[in-house]
Protein backbone atom coordinates (compact mmCIF):
# COMPACT_ATOMS: atom_id res chain seq x y z
CA UNK A 1 0.00 0.00 0.00
CA UNK A 2 1.00 3.66 -0.80
CA UNK A 3 1.32 5.83 2.41
CA UNK A 4 1.55 8.90 0.56
CA UNK A 5 0.93 10.95 -2.59
CA UNK A 6 1.21 14.35 -4.26
CA UNK A 7 -1.26 16.51 -6.67
CA UNK A 8 -2.28 19.89 -7.50
CA UNK A 9 -5.11 21.65 -6.40
CA UNK A 10 -5.66 25.43 -7.45
CA UNK A 11 -2.30 25.48 -9.31
CA UNK A 12 -0.31 24.54 -5.69
CA UNK A 13 1.29 21.91 -4.89
CA UNK A 14 -0.14 18.93 -2.56
CA UNK A 15 1.48 16.47 -0.76
CA UNK A 16 -1.16 14.41 1.12
CA UNK A 17 0.48 11.84 4.02
CA UNK A 18 -1.06 9.11 5.49
CA UNK A 19 -1.28 7.11 9.00
CA UNK A 20 -2.64 4.09 8.29
CA UNK A 21 -5.76 3.95 10.00
CA UNK A 22 -4.72 -0.05 12.17
CA UNK A 23 -1.65 2.26 13.76
CA UNK A 24 -2.28 2.51 17.43
CA UNK A 25 -0.94 5.95 18.20
CA UNK A 26 -0.51 7.05 21.64
CA UNK A 27 -2.78 10.47 21.71
CA UNK A 28 0.82 12.23 23.64
CA UNK A 29 2.66 11.12 20.77
CA UNK A 30 4.28 14.16 18.81
CA UNK A 31 4.34 12.88 15.27
CA UNK A 32 5.19 15.45 12.60
CA UNK A 33 2.19 16.16 10.10
CA UNK A 34 4.84 15.12 7.09
CA UNK A 35 5.36 11.60 8.91
CA UNK A 36 4.38 8.36 7.18
CA UNK A 37 2.92 5.37 9.70
CA UNK A 38 2.65 2.21 8.59
CA UNK A 39 -0.28 -0.45 9.27
CA UNK A 40 0.21 -2.11 12.78
CA UNK A 41 2.92 0.74 14.21
CA UNK A 42 2.80 0.94 17.14
CA UNK A 43 4.28 4.32 18.48
CA UNK A 44 3.93 5.17 22.24
CA UNK A 45 3.29 8.13 24.65
CA UNK A 46 6.26 9.75 24.47
CA UNK A 47 7.47 9.55 21.41
CA UNK A 48 8.50 12.20 18.90
CA UNK A 49 8.75 11.82 14.91
CA UNK A 50 10.04 14.88 12.90
CA UNK A 51 9.35 15.68 9.46
CA UNK A 52 9.37 13.40 6.95
CA UNK A 53 10.55 10.20 8.60
CA UNK A 54 8.64 7.24 6.92
CA UNK A 55 7.82 3.99 10.01
CA UNK A 56 6.81 0.96 8.57
CA UNK A 57 4.77 -1.54 9.26
CA UNK A 58 4.52 -3.45 12.87
CA UNK A 59 7.27 -1.10 14.34
CA UNK A 60 7.39 -0.53 17.58
CA UNK A 61 8.32 2.91 18.85
CA UNK A 62 8.04 3.79 22.76
CA UNK A 63 9.53 4.81 25.83
CA UNK A 64 11.13 8.68 25.90
CA UNK A 65 12.20 8.24 22.30
CA UNK A 66 12.97 11.68 19.93
CA UNK A 67 13.43 9.97 16.54
CA UNK A 68 14.50 13.86 14.14
CA UNK A 69 13.77 14.22 10.28
CA UNK A 70 13.35 12.11 7.06
CA UNK A 71 14.80 8.80 8.71
CA UNK A 72 13.45 5.54 7.54
CA UNK A 73 12.59 3.08 9.76
CA UNK A 74 11.32 -0.23 8.12
CA UNK A 75 8.94 -3.12 9.29
CA UNK A 76 9.35 -5.06 12.64
CA UNK A 77 11.95 -2.72 13.83
CA UNK A 78 11.59 -2.21 17.65
CA UNK A 79 12.60 1.05 19.28
CA UNK A 80 13.03 2.75 22.89
CA UNK A 81 11.92 -0.69 24.69
CA UNK A 82 13.23 -1.51 28.08
CA UNK A 83 16.57 -2.57 27.85
CA UNK A 84 18.01 -6.33 28.32
CA UNK A 85 19.64 -5.56 31.76
CA UNK A 86 18.74 -7.01 35.12
CA UNK A 87 19.37 -3.36 36.48
CA UNK A 88 17.02 -1.77 34.93
CA UNK A 89 14.46 0.34 37.34
CA UNK A 90 12.18 1.06 35.18
CA UNK A 91 12.61 4.62 34.64
CA UNK A 92 11.83 6.51 30.89
CA UNK A 93 15.23 7.16 30.13
CA UNK A 94 15.88 8.56 26.64
CA UNK A 95 16.80 7.28 22.85
CA UNK A 96 17.76 9.97 20.72
CA UNK A 97 18.31 9.12 16.80
CA UNK A 98 18.92 12.02 14.34
CA UNK A 99 18.59 12.81 10.81
CA UNK A 100 18.62 10.39 7.54
CA UNK A 101 19.26 7.35 9.34
CA UNK A 102 18.10 3.88 7.30
CA UNK A 103 16.49 1.58 10.22
CA UNK A 104 16.25 -1.58 8.63
CA UNK A 105 13.95 -4.49 9.49
CA UNK A 106 13.34 -6.16 12.86
CA UNK A 107 16.62 -3.84 14.15
CA UNK A 108 15.91 -3.74 17.88
CA UNK A 109 17.41 -0.10 19.67
CA UNK A 110 17.11 -0.32 23.57
CA UNK A 111 16.96 2.60 26.05
CA UNK A 112 19.11 3.41 28.28
CA UNK A 113 19.35 1.65 31.89
CA UNK A 114 18.84 4.90 34.36
CA UNK A 115 16.90 8.24 34.31
CA UNK A 116 19.41 10.99 32.94
CA UNK A 117 21.25 8.52 30.45
CA UNK A 118 21.01 8.29 26.63
CA UNK A 119 21.22 5.92 23.64
CA UNK A 120 21.85 7.90 20.82
CA UNK A 121 22.29 7.51 17.24
CA UNK A 122 23.82 10.10 15.14
CA UNK A 123 22.61 11.17 11.09
CA UNK A 124 22.70 9.35 7.66
CA UNK A 125 23.78 6.06 9.44
CA UNK A 126 22.77 2.39 8.04
CA UNK A 127 21.53 -0.34 10.58
CA UNK A 128 21.03 -3.49 8.96
CA UNK A 129 18.09 -6.09 9.53
CA UNK A 130 18.77 -7.86 12.85
CA UNK A 131 20.79 -5.16 14.30
CA UNK A 132 21.20 -4.86 18.17
CA UNK A 133 21.78 -1.66 19.83
CA UNK A 134 21.83 -2.52 23.24
CA UNK A 135 21.12 -0.04 25.88
CA UNK A 136 23.20 3.18 26.62
CA UNK A 137 25.19 2.81 23.30
CA UNK A 138 26.40 5.75 20.84
CA UNK A 139 26.45 5.68 17.20
CA UNK A 140 28.47 9.19 15.15
CA UNK A 141 27.65 9.66 11.67
CA UNK A 142 27.85 7.92 8.88
CA UNK A 143 28.18 4.53 10.61
CA UNK A 144 27.14 1.30 8.62
CA UNK A 145 26.18 -1.66 10.78
CA UNK A 146 25.62 -4.96 8.71
CA UNK A 147 22.65 -8.04 9.34
CA UNK A 148 22.73 -9.64 12.70
CA UNK A 149 24.89 -7.13 14.67
CA UNK A 150 24.76 -7.20 17.95
CA UNK A 151 26.23 -4.09 20.10
CA UNK A 152 26.12 -4.84 23.85
CA UNK A 153 25.38 -2.08 26.39
CA UNK A 154 27.70 1.08 26.44
CA UNK A 155 29.50 0.25 22.95
CA UNK A 156 30.45 4.03 21.16
CA UNK A 157 31.14 4.05 17.38
CA UNK A 158 32.67 6.21 15.75
CA UNK A 159 31.55 8.54 12.88
CA UNK A 160 32.11 6.20 9.84
CA UNK A 161 33.23 2.93 10.83
CA UNK A 162 32.08 -0.19 9.29
CA UNK A 163 31.12 -3.54 11.28
CA UNK A 164 30.26 -6.46 9.03
CA UNK A 165 27.62 -9.18 9.55
CA UNK A 166 27.70 -11.60 12.30
CA UNK A 167 29.59 -9.83 14.99
CA UNK A 168 29.64 -9.36 18.07
CA UNK A 169 30.78 -6.61 20.07
CA UNK A 170 31.51 -6.49 24.44
CA UNK A 171 30.20 -4.19 26.25
CA UNK A 172 32.13 -1.08 26.85
CA UNK A 173 33.56 -1.41 23.99
CA UNK A 174 34.98 1.96 21.54
CA UNK A 175 35.14 1.56 17.58
CA UNK A 176 37.13 4.07 16.60
CA UNK A 177 36.94 6.39 13.11
CA UNK A 178 37.17 5.17 9.96
CA UNK A 179 37.51 1.30 11.17
CA UNK A 180 36.42 -1.83 9.37
CA UNK A 181 35.74 -4.88 11.78
CA UNK A 182 34.95 -8.46 9.51
CA UNK A 183 32.42 -10.40 9.46
CA UNK A 184 31.69 -13.07 12.20
CA UNK A 185 34.58 -11.44 14.39
CA UNK A 186 34.69 -11.37 18.72
CA UNK A 187 35.15 -7.51 19.39
CA UNK A 188 35.80 -7.59 22.83
CA UNK A 189 39.11 -4.84 23.33
CA UNK A 190 38.47 -1.45 21.78
CA UNK A 191 38.77 -1.24 18.00
CA UNK A 192 42.09 1.80 17.13
CA UNK A 193 40.69 4.35 14.15
CA UNK A 194 41.40 3.72 10.94
CA UNK A 195 42.22 0.14 11.10
CA UNK A 196 40.75 -3.13 9.95
CA UNK A 197 40.03 -5.49 12.42
CA UNK A 198 39.09 -9.27 11.74
CA UNK A 199 39.05 -12.42 13.48
CA UNK A 200 38.48 -14.82 17.09
CA UNK A 201 40.24 -13.78 18.61
CA UNK A 202 40.22 -10.11 16.91
CA UNK A 203 43.60 -9.08 15.58
CA UNK A 204 44.17 -5.56 13.87
CA UNK A 205 45.50 -6.57 10.26
CA UNK A 206 46.29 -3.74 8.81
CA UNK A 207 45.06 0.51 8.03
CA UNK A 208 41.89 0.33 6.48
CA UNK A 209 43.51 1.48 3.15
CA UNK A 210 40.06 1.57 1.27
CA UNK A 211 37.76 3.63 3.13
CA UNK A 212 40.63 5.83 3.70
CA UNK A 213 41.02 6.44 0.21
CA UNK A 214 36.98 6.36 -0.38
CA UNK A 215 36.59 9.19 2.37
CA UNK A 216 39.76 11.33 0.84
CA UNK A 217 42.07 11.02 3.59
CA UNK A 218 44.56 9.52 1.68
CA UNK A 219 45.15 12.76 -0.10
CA UNK A 220 44.91 14.90 2.91
CA UNK A 221 47.42 17.86 2.81
CA UNK A 222 49.17 15.77 -0.64
CA UNK A 223 49.07 12.44 1.66
CA UNK A 224 51.46 13.58 4.31
CA UNK A 225 48.25 12.45 6.20
CA UNK A 226 47.62 9.21 5.33
CA UNK A 227 51.98 8.82 4.91
CA UNK A 228 51.97 10.02 8.95
CA UNK A 229 48.93 7.26 9.64
CA UNK A 230 51.23 4.84 8.05
CA UNK A 231 53.78 5.51 10.23
CA UNK A 232 52.08 5.23 12.88
CA UNK A 233 50.48 1.52 11.67
CA UNK A 234 54.80 0.46 11.60
CA UNK A 235 55.39 2.45 15.07
CA UNK A 236 52.20 0.03 16.77
CA UNK A 237 52.44 -3.06 15.48
CA UNK A 238 56.03 -3.97 13.62
CA UNK A 239 58.43 -2.08 15.59
CA UNK A 240 58.79 -4.25 18.15
CA UNK A 241 57.68 -1.74 20.82
CA UNK A 242 55.63 -2.42 23.82
CA UNK A 243 52.33 -0.53 23.02
CA UNK A 244 52.91 2.16 26.14
CA UNK A 245 56.50 2.97 24.49
CA UNK A 246 54.42 3.20 20.86
CA UNK A 247 52.04 5.50 22.10
CA UNK A 248 54.65 6.98 23.42
CA UNK A 249 56.33 8.24 20.19
CA UNK A 250 52.68 8.86 18.66
CA UNK A 251 52.54 11.96 20.50
CA UNK A 252 55.60 13.54 18.93
CA UNK A 253 53.48 12.99 15.59
CA UNK A 254 50.50 14.25 17.40
CA UNK A 255 51.16 18.16 14.52
CA UNK A 256 49.21 15.04 11.81
CA UNK A 257 45.46 15.56 13.06
CA UNK A 258 44.72 11.91 11.81
CA UNK A 259 47.22 10.38 14.10
CA UNK A 260 46.62 12.83 17.15
CA UNK A 261 42.67 10.88 16.99
CA UNK A 262 44.82 7.69 16.84
CA UNK A 263 47.44 8.57 19.99
CA UNK A 264 44.16 10.17 22.06
CA UNK A 265 41.91 7.14 21.39
CA UNK A 266 44.44 4.43 22.42
CA UNK A 267 45.75 6.69 25.40
CA UNK A 268 42.23 6.87 26.37
CA UNK A 269 41.56 2.96 25.55
CA UNK A 270 44.80 2.10 28.23
CA UNK A 271 44.01 4.47 30.84
CA UNK A 272 40.32 5.31 30.98
CA UNK A 273 38.61 3.12 34.18
CA UNK A 274 36.38 0.50 32.60
CA UNK A 275 37.96 -0.05 29.13
CA UNK A 276 39.22 -3.32 28.29
CA UNK A 277 42.43 -1.53 25.85
CA UNK A 278 42.95 -1.76 22.30
CA UNK A 279 43.02 -4.96 19.98
CA UNK A 280 46.06 -6.38 19.67
CA UNK A 281 48.48 -6.64 16.11
CA UNK A 282 48.43 -9.84 14.65
CA UNK A 283 51.85 -12.08 15.03
CA UNK A 284 53.87 -11.68 11.84
Known sequence: ?????GG????????ITLIHPTAVIHAGAQIHSSATIGPYAVIGEKVTVGADTVIGAHAVIDGNTQIGDRNRIFPHAAIGLEPQDLKYDGSMSLVEIGNDNAIRECVTINR????????????????MAYAHVAHNCALGDRVIIANSVALAGHVEIESHARISGLVGVHQFVHIGAYAMVGGMSRIERDVPPYTMVEGNPSRVRGLNQVLLSRSGIAK???????KGLKEAFRILYRSGLTLEEAISKLEAMADNERVRHLYEFLQTSVQEKGRRGPVPGRKR
Open 112 to 127: PTRIGEVTRIGNHNLL
Open 220 to 226: EDDGRVY
Open 1 to 5: MLYSF
Open 8 to 15: IAGGIALT
